[in-house]
């Protein structure tokens, strides 16, 4: 079983940055591709990034492409979300989850976390 903490959520300006991160429990990370998903509040959960096992590949959604870049550290067992260029639209309840492929829907995360809430002002 693989437990996700998210964290690094909060209030930005928009034109603004935040780094969100996920902290990953167990010996598994290493194996899993890891994505970022979020939901809007009335909005069905939505794909925004995903990184597979080594880091050697990515996959955004258009929405967030060349102002968001997901990362990680498996030695930190970790996994993050840089935002820049923030945008009010951004404004959502961000998950980290974890699966078996990274594909550029993000379809097939297993795991999964509580969320952090990013909030973006004008």
């Known amino acids: 079983q693989v437990q996700l903490v998210e964290s690094g959520g909060g209030l930005a300006q928009a034109g603004g940055s935040l780094r969100l991160s996920c902290a990953a429990s167990g010996r598994t990370f290493g194996f899993l591709a890891m994505g970022w998903f979020r939901q809007a509040p009335g909005k069905e959960r939505e794909f925004v990034a995903v990184i597979d096992k080594s880091g050697g590949t990515t996959y955004y959604a258009d929405s967030v492409k060349d102002r968001f870049t997901i990362s990680r550290d498996n030695v930190k067992n970790t996994v993050y979300l840089q935002m820049n260029a923030l945008k009010i639209e951004d404004t959502a309840l961000y998950y980290c989850?974890?699966?078996?492929?990274?594909?550029?829907?993000?379809?097939?995360?297993?795991?999964w976390g509580k969320g952090t809430l990013v909030t973006v002002s004008s």
């Open positions: 989850a974890g699966g078996l492929v990274a594909n550029r829907a993000g379809s097939g995360m297993i795991y």
